[in-house]
């Protein structure tokens, strides 16, 4: 006598379709989107103007290079961005504002305050909590423009 084993395959099949739903929901509830805080503002108003917000970061783009260092003995040092005209001319007065976080969690982010030395912006010293992965969130803006910059650093 011949067994059908197809009557198994489709209910196997409908139950690995429910867990790949209950999945995808657990891993979207546990990263909502408004966590992600790339632009500084919350992501109904990005959602709203990100023609506007990209750009404005062309038009920085085209005026400015960026160019980060990360400055560290063990988990302690601060962060240097050097910011160059593109044009050659002398770089404006910037407004930035600048947040240290983990790529995967909110829990350990910090606002850095930093003062420009020339042409460089400079963070004060930081000590971070732990090892692993960070990301610097940069936003500058001249008269005009607003760049969005983020940089990954490894702690060791």
Excluded at 122 to 141: A, D, E, M, N
Aim: charged fraction near 20%; aromatic fraction near 12%; hydrophobic fraction near 40%.
């Amino acid at each position: 006598m011949a067994k059908n084993y197809w009557p198994h395959a489709i209910v196997g099949s409908l139950i690995l379709i429910v867990a790949s739903c209950v999945a995808t929901i657990i891993l979207a509830v546990k990263n909502p989107v408004e966590m992600d805080g790339f632009y500084f503002e919350r992501y109904q108003n990005v959602d709203e103007n990100i023609n506007e917000i990209e750009a404005s970061l062309r038009r920085f783009d085209a005026k400015y290079a960026l160019k980060f260092e990360a400055k560290f003995d063990g988990l302690s040092g601060h962060f240097a961005i050097a910011v160059a005209p593109k044009n050659g001319s002398v770089a404006p007065n910037f407004t930035h504002e600048i947040l240290l976080t983990r790529p995967a969690t909110n829990e350990q982010n910090q606002n850095l305050d930093a003062k420009f030395e020339g042409q460089i912006l400079k963070t004060q010293s930081v000590t971070l909590p732990k090892k692993g992965r960070w990301q610097i969130l940069l936003k500058i803006s001249d008269a005009n423009d607003t760049g969005f910059y983020k940089f990954n650093f490894e702690a060791r």
